[in-house]
């Protein structure tokens, strides 16, 4: 079965420096991968996508992931972290059927000034 | 353009009280998806419906029934509520089923039941 890990509870960085947010998955056949983000009290909202082509995806708000066939990743990541970038990020990857996702628990991410 | 709405934002239940989260699109999408989040995990889906007039099980769907309306509206309805229910429900929607679709969220339903 397809799953999806987030190993991170929580990731704090110092607003300015580089932030990852890792996500491992498990899947049988190309994997379907995808990065959404909620903010406090509010529903979640798409940041990007790998389905097809190059590794490196860019997303909204200044994101990027790289997708890593070889040790089975898609870390999120960002140069320069911004205080308003604070929010819970959940990676989601295909599941059995094309029309489901099968969602990480999701990890704080929590930028200091 | 209100995008996805979910009514209500809030509801207490007694255990055995029934309930129905209304749902609504405005962005003309075929599919729409209910989920429900739990601390520590992930969503789950209880029930999705790729086009209007189809609902499928997700994976999470004892306890629960949908009713896709319309091509805007889908309702999630339980139908004997249980402390299991407990948590925050997300109605989505997408222009495709397929889940290469980018997915719009409501704002949520806070539910709990005692």
């Known amino acids: 079965a397809q799953s999806v890990a987030q190993p991170e509870d929580q990731v704090n960085v110092a607003e300015g420096n580089p932030l990852t947010v890792k996500c491992t998955y498990s899947v049988s056949g190309n994997p379907y991968l995808f990065w959404y983000v909620q903010y406090p009290n509010r529903g979640l909202q798409f940041l990007l996508k790998?389905?097809?082509?190059d590794n490196l995806v860019k997303g909204s708000y200044g994101f990027e992931a790289e997708f890593n066939k070889s040790q089975t990743s898609f870390h999120l990541k960002k140069p320069s972290a911004l205080v308003s970038d604070s929010a819970l990020y959940f990676c989601a990857v295909r599941g059995d059927s094309n029309y489901q996702l099968i969602w990480g628990a999701g990890t704080k991410l929590i930028i200091k000034p | 353009n209100a995008g996805v709405t979910q009514t209500p934002k809030f509801q207490v239940l007694k255990t055995g009280q029934s309930m129905t989260l209304q749902c609504a699109q405005d962005m003309n999408h075929n599919s729409m998806y209910w989920y429900r989040q739990d601390p520590g995990m992930g969503l789950r889906l209880i029930y999705y419906?790729?086009?209007?007039?189809?609902?499928d099980k997700g994976e999470v769907p004892n306890g629960y029934n949908v009713s896709r309306l319309n091509k805007r509206e889908f309702s999630l309805r339980l139908e004997s509520a249980a402390p299991s229910q407990t948590s925050v429900y997300f109605c989505a929607s997408s222009e495709g089923g397929f889940v290469v679709y980018e997915q719009y969220f409501g704002p949520g339903t806070r539910l709990t039941v005692t």
């Open positions: 419906s790729a086009s209007e007039g189809t609902t």
């Open positions: 790998y389905i097809t082509g």
